[in-house]
């Protein structure tokens, strides 16, 4: 089938979970075309990469405020609109992937839908909720919104993928989608990525420990816990023995700089920005005494598959988190659990783990065994290719 996939929050192939369904899909004989946004640090318009072409489109600004996030969706729909019509012009399309956030995708899929074309949802976000975390009110005109497309995305799409149980369930509630039509796919890494990483003691800057962050650095993903917890460990406990390294990038990532600045935290609260390759990734990781996930307790992450714990595994690091349900369900022996949004119970974790090196290479071990037994990528392709054959017998 020729197969056209949609995705609004992330450049391909950055966003590791769409490039690696591509990549799956490509290699299953499908043909695969991707529209994701333009970034500094993927500029091309258009690209082949190991068989997949991917369209880029440059995005408006990224909202904080409810006027400039339905500024930030009429570009993107829009661009994703002008861009499938071009792609259908030059090309059958047999089945549109639209992945949210945002759920207003599948509005650029419809002329596609109408010429033939079946809609698969790839559900990564639940976006009502994720528009709360972000500090819209849940009664808002922009909760509210998002709560209507979620539904409509659903009325359309022939097929939902979903990337875990917790997510399944609103397919079948919210969404009110047969079971026939919902595989759960969950996010992992490919371990090809992190294929010959090895720790590197230089990421220690000099200390003793590492404590590990790899991420997303947006409202709701919970640095402040972290850069609070590593204030407390550094100066209320005097522990100047303990290095924190921060991977990632995003719309916070100034504010965090500025706070670890004002705490005086700098020598030992290092941000390294967007890490691309898998071996320096991998090496970070691998080196880390400690990898945390400080994401916030709230309804959208309580829901929520975080990647960066099924990459700890993979390495076998062990994991510090706040008291989260499908964390638990993802990491399960490999983790520590915080109570839920407690800056002191997070950072008493992360030196309990640091200073009991049987603990962290038990948890480790644990959680290493646990994610290639059932959570790698390659065990969630069949499923992948399952919705994918469900959906050209519809």
């Known amino acids: 089938m020729r197969v056209l996939i949609t995705v609004q929050n992330l450049p391909v192939p950055f966003d590791r979970r769409v490039w690696q369904e591509a990549l799956a899909l490509h290699e299953a ?8 946004p333009r970034t ?5 318009r258009r690209e082949l990469l190991e068989g997949v072409c991917i369209y880029r489109y440059s995005p408006g600004p990224e909202a904080r405020r409810a006027v400039a996030y339905l500024l930030e969706y009429a570009i993107a729909i829009f661009a994703h609109l002008r861009l499938a019509l071009s792609i259908r012009l030059r090309h059958r399309i047999d089945v549109v992937q639209v992945c949210n956030p945002p759920d ?8 596609l839908v109408a010429a033939g074309a079946r809609l698969i949802y790839d559900h990564h976000d639940a976006a009502p909720e994720l528009m709360v975390a972000k500090g819209q009110h849940p009664d808002g005109i922009l909760v509210r919104l998002m ?53 590197d003691e230089k990421w220690r800057r000099g200390r003793k420990h590492l404590v590990g962050y790899v991420g997303i650095m947006g409202s709701q993903d919970g640095l402040d816990y972290l850069i609070e917890a590593a204030n407390l460990i550094v100066r209320k406990w005097k522990r100047d023995d303990i290095q924190f390294i921060l991977v990632g990038a995003g719309t916070e990532l100034q504010r965090l700089k500025g706070q670890v600045a004002n705490l005086g935290l700098t ?12 071996l320096q990734l991998g090496s970070i990781i691998a080196t880390a005494d400690v990898c ?17 714990i099924m990459e700890y595994m993979a390495i076998g690091r062990p994991i510090v988190q706040f008291d989260l349900r499908e964390g638990r369900v993802s990491a399960g022996p490999a ?49 992948l290719l399952a919705a994918y054959k469900r959906v050209r017998n519809l």
């Open 29 to 36: 004989g499908h043909e695969v075309h991707v529209i994701c």
């Open 40 to 44: 500094a640090e993927y500029p091309l």
């Open 104 to 111: 207003l995708l599948f509005l650029a899929a419809l002329p």
């Open 147 to 199: 709560k209507l497309c979620e539904r409509l995305t659903y009325r359309f799409a022939h097929v939902s993928i979903e990337t875990n149980e917790s997510f399944k369930q609103i397919a079948l509630t919210r969404g009110l989608m047969s079971p026939d039509n919902v595989f759960v796919v969950r996010s992992a890494p490919n371990l090809e990525r992190f294929d010959g990483a090895q720790a």
């Open 267 to 278: 020598a030992y609260v290092e941000f390294t920005g967007l890490v691309s390759s898998g």
């Open 292 to 308: 945390v996930c400080p994401d916030e307790a709230n309804a959208m992450n309580d829901i929520s598959t975080m990647n960066k």
């Open 335 to 383: 983790s520590i659990y915080a109570k839920r949004n407690d800056i002191s119970s997070l950072a008493e974790g992360i030196v309990r783990v640091v200073d009991d090196y049987e603990l962290a290479a038990r948890m480790g071990r644990l959680g290493q065994e646990r994610f290639r037994a059932s959570l790698t990528w390659e065990s969630q392709v069949p499923q």
